[in-house]
Each structure stands twice: as C-alpha cells, then as structure tokens.
C-alpha cells in the first residue's frame, strides 16, 4: 500500500486543521492506521490510530480531546482542533495489516512522505 498525506500548513494556535491520507494498492479497509508526528530535534511520537474495521481509535494521552482520526474508504484523516506551538511537527500517516501495538511506530511497514503542520503563537 501506499501513503500520502497532506493537509499540513501554518495556523495560529487555537486554530484547527485537517490531515489527509490517502492510500493506494492494495485494499486499505485491511490495513490498521496510524498519525505520528516527527519534531525537529525530538523522537518520533505516536498521534492517533484506528483499527482496520474503523470501529477502534486510539490516541496518545497528550492528544485526546483535541485530535480525532477517522477513515473512510481509501482515505484516512485526523482533525486537529485547538491546536498549539508544540503540535508543530512533519506529521506521517502509516499502515499496518496486523493491528498489533497500534500506537508503536516500529509496528508500521507502510509510511507516507509527511507534512508540515506548524502552530504560530
């Protein structure tokens, strides 16, 4: 399968934005999904994931209220509200076909090229 996101771009803090995956090849309702999110000079971190049925969403506690991932069809998406400076980041979607550990980054085999959220103050 292969990814691609977009969505990223420059919103004040509070602001809200939405990421889009977009996945081709082989069939993506399979696949587990995951947003992580890369920080200049910081690890990667887990975001959001949900599983390939879409009825579980599971979110890294720093996220929860503010981000919500969901999924439909060939896409998958993860709307950013009330977001803040330390949200900036290169934020990648990625897909797994096992479900596994959904919010380890390591479980992923397909990744997408990124994009560029950054949250001015």
């Known amino acids: 399968v292969q990814l691609q996101a977009s969505g990223g771009g420059l919103v004040q803090a509070g602001g809200s934005l939405r990421l889009s995956c977009a996945a081709s090849?082989?069939?993506?309702?399979?696949?587990?999904v995951g947003w992580f999110r890369q920080a200049p000079g910081k690890e990667r971190e887990s975001v959001a994931a949900?599983?390939?049925?879409?009825?579980m969403a599971y979110y890294a506690d720093s996220m929860k209220g503010r981000f919500t991932i969901s999924r439909d069809k060939n896409m998958a998406y993860l709307q950013m509200n009330n977001l803040k400076p330390e949200d900036t980041a290169v934020y990648f979607c990625?897909?797994?076909?096992?479900?596994?550990?959904?919010?380890?980054?390591?479980?992923?085999?397909?990744w997408g090229q990124g994009t560029q959220v950054t949250v001015s103050s």
């Open positions: 949900m599983n390939s049925g879409g009825s």
């Open positions: 990625a897909a797994q076909l096992y479900g596994t550990d959904a919010l380890r980054g390591d479980a992923y085999s397909y």
């Open positions: 090849g082989h069939s993506f309702r399979r696949y587990t």
